[in-house]
């Protein structure tokens, strides 16, 4: 693929990252849009992905993020740990972690005992299953966050399913990471683990069952290559070296 110039263009690339472990992944609760910030190991997984993303080699155009502090302070640390702040960084409310409902700050264990482990299941691993939708006077509903004022209030959740947050995702996906991807540039979106898993199921074509199964590890990049047809090419994590036995 050339340009103008007769030069050969750089072929489209994008990084995947979830954000370092937060304060509730730790605690094993359930989080959702609850903005809760990184836990130690947190900062350690993100100064580690910035580590391993500047040993590849790649250098990054632009970024997007959610409107989660766990997720915009992993982005903060890769692009200071790099020396990149200067990069442009969109934030979205699209790319926020699947709004787990009335279930949100609940510990997954004690829910689990109380409700059942085949329920609880459902709700966490089900593609079209919604949890227990929060009433619109619940401190916790996001109509009253300052950060989704202008948000039209009919498409804030009140509890999604993972079809609901992928339908959420891709919308913002084709309108503004793809037409970065068509310019071969090179894309980091740091998010959360349900709305990267919109993501994985787009470009790798998976089925419901399959998602449902697909784990995205807290702090460790997922890169995509791209042909110029944005069909990807190649696939792989970024993990540290084995350790020497």
Known sequence: MEGASGRRRALPRLVLLRHGQ????????????????????????????????????????????????????????????????????????????????????????????????????????????????????????PAGDRRYALVPRAQLPAGESLADTVARVLPFWHERIEPVLIHGRTALVVAHGNSLRGLVMHLDGLGEDEVAELEIPTGTPLVYDFDEGLTPTRRRWLHPPAEPI
Request: hydrophobic share 40%; charged share 30%; aromatic share 10%.
């Open 22 to 141: 937060s304060v509730w992944n730790r605690d094993n609760r359930f989080t959702g849009w609850t903005d809760v910030d990184l836990s130690e190991r947190g900062f350690a997984e993100a100064r580690e992905a910035a580590r391993l993303l500047a040993a590849s080699g790649i250098a990054f155009d632009h970024c997007f993020t959610s409107v989660m502090k766990r997720a915009i302070r992993t982005l903060w640390i890769v692009l200071d740990e790099t020396d990149a702040m200067w990069l442009p960084v969109c934030q979205t409310w699209r790319l926020n972690e699947r709004h787990y409902g009335a279930l949100q700050g609940l510990d997954k264990a004690r829910t689990g005992e109380d409700v059942g482990e085949a329920q609880l299941r459902v709700w966490r691993r089900s593609y079209s299953a919604r949890p227990p939708a929060l009433a619109l006077s619940d401190p916790r509903h």
